[in-house]
């Protein structure tokens, strides 16, 4: 993900910052090439911006032009690398000629393409829990029928639209693959510029060198949010960011908005935001105001369109901004690393790069007409899944607040535990929570104690291993709303003990008893399974400090790690003593969650 | 430009491309007398002559390729 703007996709920065890398050592991101077009140059772009992510990164390249017989060949090289990332890159070149050389009936040629390239996923992903980042094609330049192609069917042109629409819409029924849109690039840097055929012709070039970089950020981009890279929040400035003018000297009739803005440049920000809210990403003010002032425009002038009700987080007051990012981080507890703040002053963004250099800070333009155009151009938003849970993010927050207010009416922690009626589905994985699953075991970094990414279809094949395995998840909802599901938790059976691979658990619903309760079900497995011991580990992270205890509060006893991978615990199924909690289990639940 | 304009400009994209300081190519240098340049290095050193000299090869001229005069000659024909 780039930090603040595009000037570090220059192709001979790069390559020489690739030459000074060390080789990779420990922990690094294996990413396999396979492809019909030369792979070579990508390879230390690649390796370069991963390192600029503080990713480091091995590259296997496949034989040009060898996708299916790596694919398909369960001894192929690629398969012996055993790559987390498997990136796919497919040029316009070989299929223009197919097409050009196929007579006849040419309608089924983006079916039988697309067809193809799915087959070649299924093979991939029968043999390897990799994701797949699948690339588009550039749409052809040709037009044999000049504009009048568009009326004529099965059209080169035509043809390549209908393939990478069919791209797109199998991608969404395969788990674990990811398109790279190419095409998108192609078009928002010219084709005239992106296509090179002088390249393509000397060494099968994707496209012009010098924009190769930006294929390679493409592919880091999804490769990383595969991975559980994601911006959770946007904080946002108010005064010349969201309106026009200064509201506390201007007054609510004086700034520029809505019928006060002749441009609506403030209005289409203000929308593309509210878009963001709806897509799951957090919104936050931080503001130098008065926060009854500053309020007030959100409740009362006519041309907002972000209400207080689409907020997560409301900070307007006179303490410079870093202090207020840490608030708002303190109260929506996320990472730094995923809150993305939206300023006009550039005093106010320096500012916040060298206080909290973790957040991510773009340089704006002066023309707030072009924020839409600056934000989007750094890609910030890349996503690997999307759930019906993160549309209600703002929402689970809102909830929270009155939960708070809730609690300090109560004298002991119980009787508000009780009060809130607790209700939990705990359940052995499931096809239809399988993406919200990955998306957890993806995402989650503090409340996890082994940190093990497992991509969806990991997660489907433990579900199908009945004897082996038993991983399960926990869905919450309390009297004031869902939570969903929020606990993941694997199981596996060795010989006579059961171990914890995953414990991972929302930061949302800490101090509700869920980890007790998940905590009583591992035994109560553990004892089905006529397991005598259970066994836990500790793998520590940069930001997994939270849970260094968890197993030591359940009263695990540390081992010595044979393997050196954290710490190891283990306690005899005969000496856990079940947790008092006070959430009502339930096998399933009405309305919106399903079951 | 002059011959020795071509050569001192030229002898700057080959140090950038080969990252190599002190480098210094003539007419006769060829592939073999540099360090690095394999065919992957050969479409960067394309890309940055033509780049940096403000001018287009054809893709027949780049295969004739043979020694760095034929490349010094190219960009006198095409830099006029």
């Given at each position: 993900?780039?930090?603040s703007?595009r000037s570090?996709?220059?192709y001979?920065?790069?390559?020489k910052?690739a030459k000074?890398l ?9 990413l396999?090439?396979l ?7 990508l390879?230390?772009?690649l ?9 480091d990164?091995e590259v ?14 369960p ?5 012996a ?5 498997v ?6 070149g070989?299929l223009?000629?197919?097409y ?17 390239i ?16 699948q690339?588009n094609?550039?749409?052809?330049y040709?037009?044999p029928?000049?504009n009048?192609?568009?009326e004529?069917?099965d ?22 693959v990811?398109v790279n849109?190419v095409d998108y690039?192609?078009?928002w840097?010219g084709?005239?510029?992106?296509i090179d ?18 294929v ?6 999804i ?7 994601a ?9 010349n ?9 201007d ?11 002749e441009?609506g ?9 509210r878009?963001?809210g ?5 919104l936050?003010?931080c503001?130098?105001?008065?926060e009854a002032?500053?309020?007030r ?6 041309g907002?369109?972000?209400?207080e009700d689409?907020?997560?987080a409301?900070?307007?007051n006179?303490?410079d ?5 840490r608030?708002?981080?303190?109260k929506?507890?996320i990472g730094?690393d ?6 006009d002053?550039?005093?106010e963004?320096?500012?916040v790069?060298?206080?909290?250099p ?7 333009p002066e023309d707030?007409g072009l924020y ?9 938003f890349e996503v ?5 849970l ?7 927050y ?8 809730e ?5 002991s922690l ?5 009060s809130?009626?607790?209700?939990a ?7 239809r929570?399988?993406?919200?699953i990955a ?5 989650s ?6 940190t093990?990414?497992?991509s969806?279809?990991e997660?489907?094949a433990?579900m ?8 399960f ?22 010989d006579?003990a059961l171990e ?7 930061c ?10 998940a905590?009583?079900?591992v ?6 399974f006529?397991?005598?011991?259970v066994l ?5 992270t ?6 260094k205890?968890?197993?030591d509060?359940?009263g ?12 190891s615990?283990?306690?005899g199924?005969?000496?856990?003593l ?6 009502r289990e339930?096998?399933a639940?009405?309305?919106r969650?399903?079951g | 430009m002059t011959?020795e304009?071509i ?27 540099v ?11 394309i ?6 000299f403000a ?7 780049v295969k ?5 005069g034929?490349?010094?000659?190219l ?6």
């Open positions: 993900m780039l930090k703007d570090e996709l220059d001979f920065a790069l390559l910052k000074e060390p080789p990779p050592a420990g922990r690094r991101l294996k396999a090439l492809g019909d077009v030369s792979t070579q140059h390879v230390p772009l390796r370069a911006l991963l390192a600029s992510n503080g990713v990164s296997y390249e496949a034989g040009f032009d060898t996708v299916e017989v790596e694919a398909l060949d001894a192929s090289g690629l398969y690398f055993a790559p987390d990332v990136v796919i890159l497919q040029a316009i070989k223009k000629s197919s050009y050389e196929s007579t006849g009936d040419r309608s089924t040629f983006a079916q039988t393409r697309a067809g193809e799915e087959e070649v996923w299924k093979a991939i992903r029968k043999r390897s829990g990799a994701s797949i980042v690339s094609f550039v749409l052809p040709e037009r029928f000049g009048y192609g568009l004529v069917p059209t080169l042109h035509g043809l390549v639209s209908e393939l990478n629409r069919e791209i797109g819409l199998r991608a969404r029924q395969n788990a674990g990811l849109d690039l192609a078009a840097f084709r005239r510029h992106f055929e002088k390249l393509w012709a000397l060494s099968k070039s994707l496209c012009a060198l010098e924009l190769l970089p930006e390679a950020q493409n592919i880091v981009d490769a990383l949010a595969a991975h559980g890279r911006v959770k929040c946007v904080v946002l400035d108010l005064d960011t969201l309106w026009g003018g200064v509201v506390g000297d007054g609510l009739e004086g700034i520029e908005l809505g019928d006060s803005d441009t440049v403030f209005r289409a920000f203000q929308l593309y935001l878009e963001l709806r897509r799951g990403i957090l936050a003010v503001s130098k105001n008065d002032v500053a309020r425009v959100f409740q009362e002038h006519p907002m369109v972000l209400r689409d907020l997560a409301f900070v307007a006179w303490e901004k870093a202090t207020n990012i608030r708002i981080r303190d929506l507890n730094l995923t809150m993305v703040f939206l300023d002053n550039p005093f963004r320096n500012l790069r060298q206080m909290v973790d957040v991510i800070v773009p340089e704006l707030p839409v155009r600056a934000i989007s151009e750094m890609n910030l690997a899944s999307h759930s019906a993160d549309e209600q993010r703002a929402t689970l809102r909830e929270q607040e009155k939960r708070d207010e609690r300090s009416r109560f004298e119980d009787d508000y535990l009780k809130l009626e607790t209700t589905r705990v359940a052995r994985f499931e096809p929570d399988l993406p919200r998306q957890l075991l993806q995402r970094n503090q409340f996890n104690l082994t093990r990414r497992h969806e279809a997660c489907e433990m199908g291993d009945e004897a082996g395995c038993f991983p998840s926990i869905t919450v909802r309390d009297r004031f709303g869902d939570f969903g599901l929020i606990n993941v938790v694997i199981l596996r059976r060795a006579s914890i691979d995953t414990f991972v658990m929302s949302r619903v800490l101090q509700r008893g869920v980890e007790q309760l905590m009583n079900k035994f109560e497995e553990a004892r089905r006529g397991c005598r011991r836990g580990r500790y793998i520590p940069a930001k997994n400090g939270m849970v205890d968890f197993y509060r359940f695990f006893r540390r081992e010595a790690a044979p393997d050196g991978e954290g710490t615990f283990a306690l199924v005969d000496e856990y079940p947790r008092q909690v006070h959430i339930v096998a639940f009405p309305g969650e399903g | 011959h304009e050569y001192q400009k030229l002898n700057g994209v080959f140090r950038q491309v080969f990252d190599a300081p002190g480098l210094v190519v003539g007419d006769a240098t060829t592939a073999k007398d360090e690095g340049w394999d065919s992957l290095a050969h479409v960067n050193l890309v940055a002559v033509e780049k940096s001018v287009r090869f054809t893709t027949k001229e004739a390729l043979a020694n760095v034929d490349i010094v000659r960009i006198e024909k095409r830099a006029k």
